[in-house]
């Protein structure tokens, strides 16, 4: 069998239940050693034959997975935050499809709660916004074109931004054209939940420059908007005055 597995956004015990015990169960691990805090690889078992997969490409990483099945093992395929999110696994599972070759998916935490956790924010508040917007800087891999940074920005919710470290003039210029005002609180969170955890307040206008302050190249999410700030309203949900199926408001 082959697992796919979410290691989590870095924090060594951030990975679940599941998929420590799937880690100590492997024959082999193929693991996405430029993102995947390496301290995880303390779940496997002895014996057990690890490979570095930021150096391979598709077509060894599937080798490895058939070679593996082939002689009646279990393989575990780590990657960083959760799957489902910018993980190249859709790739995989339908070469895996066309091979016969059966797997599951474990979820992980993703790297976007992990930044909420480190800003000790809520992205979701009353009257400011009640919708996040998970996507990144079109660079070398573009996006598509309703996809674009400035048509998502026109919705002035909260955003993250996974994959941009690197772009943040166009991100800040992106921004901007797409209707944030300059003083819109925004923040950087490098290696979120990882030992070396660090965040940087800003706002949209000064992005770049407080990544140049300090010397934030990769390894961080942007995060954007209203949720940053201090004003909101109270939940409903816990308001005396609110009535719902559990309680009756008192005025």
Known sequence: ??????AGPGGEDLITVRGARLLGEADVIIYAGSLVNPALLKYKREGCVVHDSAGMTLEEVLSV???TEAAGGDTVRLHTGDPALYGAIREQMDELDRLGLAYDVTPGVSAFSGAAAALQAEYTLPEVSQSVIITRM?????????EQLRKL???????????????????????????????????IVYKATWPEERVYRCTVATLAQTAREHHVTKTA?????GFLGDRYERSKLYDPA?????????A
């Open 1 to 6: 069998m082959i697992h796919f597995i979410g």
């Open 65 to 67: 997975m058939r070679e």
């Open 138 to 146: 079109a660079g070398r891999t573009p996006v598509p074109e309703g």
């Open 153 to 187: 920005a026109a919705h002035g919710c909260t955003m993250v931004l996974f994959l941009s470290t690197g772009l943040l003039e166009q991100v800040e210029e992106e921004l901007l054209a797409g209707g944030y005002a300059p003083d819109t609180p925004a923040a």
């Open 221 to 225: 999410l942007i995060t954007v908007g």
């Open 242 to 250: 609110f009535t719902h199926g559990y309680r009756e408001g008192k």
